[in-house]
């Protein structure tokens, strides 16, 4: 089965600073996609950025940007210039065989001003 | 385009009784998808669908039923709710295969 996992419960980052948070995986998968989600207090999942596998670029979406590693399944997430609005738990979750999500247990993220 | 619905927002219910979590998406995805969120965890899939007429079980699948009614709706069904069914539940879709999946905004329930 596939594992996640976001070795830090909790991170926290001033305002205007850039914070990094880690997940690593296990897939026996040769083909699949890997996505960071964002959980506000609202509660309401909300997908970040998303990485194909194959492809060797790193993904970036405005202020978001991952570091993917393929041979040692590593996928983190860099916030760049991080604002009050980042405050949230970030959900790091591959595609664990055709048509699942497989999700961390999250990394809860504090904006300080 | 609302995306992804979910009714209800909040319920309560006695252990014993049954319910049903309906959803419903407007983005014409084929896959539709239902997991649930306790706390300290992430999210886990209880069943999804890949295409109108097929559900399969997800991870925590015991003490569900699902039914996709048509591309735009499927629903989860509790027929006998226990405390330990106490849970976020999440509706999602997506286009399929292992593209991105979209949200609704989630069912609190609480059995007691």
């Known amino acids: 089965a596939q594992t996640v996992t976001q070795s830090q419960p909790e991170m926290s980052v001033q305002e205007a600073e850039t914070v990094t948070l880690s997940c690593t995986y296990d897939t026996s998968e040769s083909d699949y996609y890997l996505f960071w989600y964002k959980q506000p207090p609202s509660r309401q999942m909300i997908l970040v950025i998303r990485?194909?596998?194959?492809?060797?670029q790193n993904a970036t979406e405005n202020r978001f940007s991952v570091n993917f590693q393929k041979a040692a399944k590593s996928f983190s997430l860099k916030i760049s210039d991080s604002q009050l609005g980042d405050a949230a738990m970030y959900f790091c979750?591959?595609?664990?065989?055709?048509?699942?999500?497989?999700f961390g247990t999250g990394t809860r993220l504090l904006v300080s001003p | 385009n609302a995306g992804v619905t979910q009714t209800p927002k909040f319920q309560v219910l006695k252990t014993g009784q049954s319910m049903t979590l309906q959803c419903a998406q407007d983005?014409?995805?084929?896959?539709m998808y239902w997991y649930r969120q306790d706390p300290g965890m992430g999210l886990r899939l209880i069943y999804y669908?890949?295409?109108?007429?097929?559900?399969d079980k997800g991870e925590v699948p015991n003490g569900y039923n699902v039914s996709r009614l048509n591309k735009r709706e499927f629903s989860l069904r509790l027929e006998s709710a226990a405390p330990s069914q106490t849970s976020v539940y999440f509706c999602?879709?997506?286009?399929?295969?292992?593209?991105?999946?979209?949200f609704g905004p989630g069912t609190r329930l609480t059995v007691t």
């Open positions: 983005m014409n995805h084929n896959s």
């Open positions: 999602a879709s997506s286009l399929g295969g292992r593209r991105e999946q979209y």
């Open positions: 979750a591959p595609s664990g065989g055709f048509q699942k999500l497989v």
């Open positions: 669908s890949a295409s109108e007429g097929t559900t």
């Open positions: 990485q194909e596998a194959y492809k060797q």
